[in-house]
């Protein structure tokens, strides 16, 4: 990735094991990041220690001075955490609602925003498939005079959703990236099928986008017959 130039964002799992993924990845930073973030850890803000635990990670990364690098997303095992936490006997590490997660994802957006306001040693993707959450991500990077082409500022969706926001984002000139996720059916279903419970705005949004395609054909057709 350091020789070729591209950030390589290793995804969040379940709790049970994040701790040590996380330990490998910031080990990974401290090798690597020295010029830029060419390695990216996933954070879930479904996670109700995610915003604490991501400020420790990116202050700790900086007092080394190397850059921190992170996909930020709303999360995708609220059912199999729920019931690993019930059969184990400890709390949910779930927030309780959609809400609770909008919040502390828009309260960690705000916080790496205002790093690269601040042009600190930082750089995240905004990986939602919410229009809200782009439009508030946006709206904070214009708030704070951040510069969405200096290479530390992306958004990212799953290739097949949600792509009128996509080509919406790339014809105001934001970076975005398309993820094509790729493999046998019985691997690749289920790993879609976890996306759509993650952000319930997929399914309102891809009616949406298929009445935007009906519109822009039926448009289409009348420019031809002109």
């Not at 298929?210 to 017959?225: G, P, T």
Request: charged fraction near 20%.
């Amino acid at each position: 990735a350091v020789q070729t130039g591209v950030m390589a964002m290793i995804d969040a799992e379940y709790t049970y094991f994040n701790g040590a993924t996380k330990l490998f990845v910031l080990a990974l930073m401290l090798i690597y990041n020295v010029e830029k973030a060419f390695i990216c850890f996933t954070y879930q803000c479904y996670l109700k220690k995610t915003f604490g635990l991501l400020k420790q990670d990116v202050e700790f990364i900086l007092s080394q001075n190397r850059y921190f690098g992170t996909k930020l997303v709303r999360g995708a095992y609220m059912l199999k955490e729920k019931e690993l936490a019930k059969v184990h006997g400890y709390t949910n590490p779930v927030h309780d609602d959609f809400e609770n997660t909008t919040k502390m994802y828009n309260q960690s957006l705000d916080y790496l925003m205002q790093h690269l306001a601040n042009h600190r040693k930082c750089a995240f993707m905004v990986a939602s498939h919410n229009e809200g959450t782009i439009e508030y991500a946006i709206q904070r990077s214009v708030d704070l005079n951040v510069d969405v082409n200096g290479g530390r500022l992306f958004f990212g969706q799953l290739y097949g959703m949600c792509d009128h926001v996509s080509y919406s984002l790339g014809n105001a000139s934001y970076p975005i990236y398309k993820s094509l996720p790729y493999g046998e059916i019985d691997q690749t279903l289920p790993y879609l099928i976890r996306r759509a419970q993650e952000n319930r705005s997929i399914v309102p949004g891809a009616r949406r986008e298929r009445e935007l395609l009906k519109l822009n054909l039926i448009e289409r057709c009348r420019l031809y017959k002109k």
